[in-house]
């Protein structure tokens, strides 16, 4: 996946005047490119970016004319990649399987191959909070401690504590959740 | 994933012009105006003045207001149907035909001698005129929505609200043939509104109505 940015512009200008050479080899670059960028924002889950990188080439494939030839190439194509993957979060959440609110969290704690699923969602959500969040919230909802000895722990009050939980939880709500797919 | 699909996409590459973001996006709007003229001119009838009308400054000015309004909503909508697509800069434009009728509804409203203000403000038609602008706009955002889900807007709130604001404008011109209204002050506060409400509701509606997969 050498290509640069002007490589990459000068095959898809070709590929949408038709060259089907061009447009091969665009996407074979593309499919490294967007794997490495799933597997990064997976937490290592190599499945789950195999299918998010076919979802998305078909996607670029499908919509290829809302790329302005007179733009760079690349943000047009994370841009894409980016939509897939909050598309992705959302309907993960949906199934239950992600932390969208509090009780998606109490329910991952308890066993069966679906918790292990949720588990694995779970930690994707917690590492994109900050470092002390993240502590704060794993012991919290998912090792299950009560307010009181995580505010011991973390050397906080316990309103403290709860505040920094729900915000936390917010946060995550947002990533995750319901809202808009890409509005900064 | 095997090395099946990327050639089978490959093989797939013909030009289809059907998807092109402008022709896609302006044909859902002639067809939504069309829908939305029809019903206006069978439903309400055009302005019982029609003829003389056209000799008049404010059914000019009104036209124009909302005329370049949808125009520039448009041009977000056509940035905005693209995964990358950024409005920041073109936003500004939203703003001058607002201030050019707000500019003309003053010189209006100075003008005129105190009595007749009442009905530069309220007209005769204030309580419906944004409902049946909000109506009319209705055929145009349906158009509009579909036209961008087969595009690929990624901020879907944004959009969605560009393409109310288009749709209402839109819609507000097709309503500016029936309404008799001659206040500008009339046309800045009832017109605004009738065209603001469908923006709030593709601002609400936009994350469900125009996702795509």
Known sequence: ?184 | MTDDLLDALARDIAPRPTRRVGPRLALALGVGAFVSLVGVMLLLGPRSDFPAALGRAMFWTKLFYVLALAASALGCVERLARPDGEVRRRVGWLAAPVAAMALAALAQWILAPTAMHQTLLMGNSAAVCPWLILTAAAPIFVALAWAMRGLAPTRLRTAGAMAGLAAGAAGAVVYALHCREMGGAFVLIWYSMGVLAPAVFGWLAGPTLLRWR
């Open chain 1, 1 to 184: 996946m050498g290509a640069s940015e002007p490589e990459l512009r000068t095959l898809m200008v070709a590929a949408l005047d038709g060259d089907a050479r061009a447009y091969r080899a665009l996407l074979g670059d593309l499919r490294l490119r967007l794997g490495a960028f799933f597997v990064r924002r997976l937490g290592g889950s190599q499945a789950e970016a195999d299918d998010l990188v076919q979802e998305t080439l078909i996607a670029i494939h499908t919509r290829r004319e809302t790329y302005d030839p007179r733009q760079p190439f690349t943000p047009w194509l994370f841009a894409v990649a980016r939509y897939k993957l909050a598309d992705h979060f959302r309907r993960v959440g949906r199934r239950g399987a992600a932390p969208l609110d509090e009780e998606a969290l109490e329910i991952s704690v308890e066993g069966g191959a679906e918790a292990s699923d949720a588990r694995r969602d779970v930690e994707v959500a917690l590492a994109s909070l900050p470092e002390r969040s993240r502590g704060l919230l794993r012991m919290l909802k998912i090792e299950g401690a009560t307010v009181a000895e995580t505010a011991a722990r973390f050397d906080m009050s316990e309103g403290a504590v709860k505040v920094a939980a729900h915000r936390a939880m917010k946060s995550l709500a947002q990533r995750f959740g319901s809202g808009d797919v890409a509005d900064d």
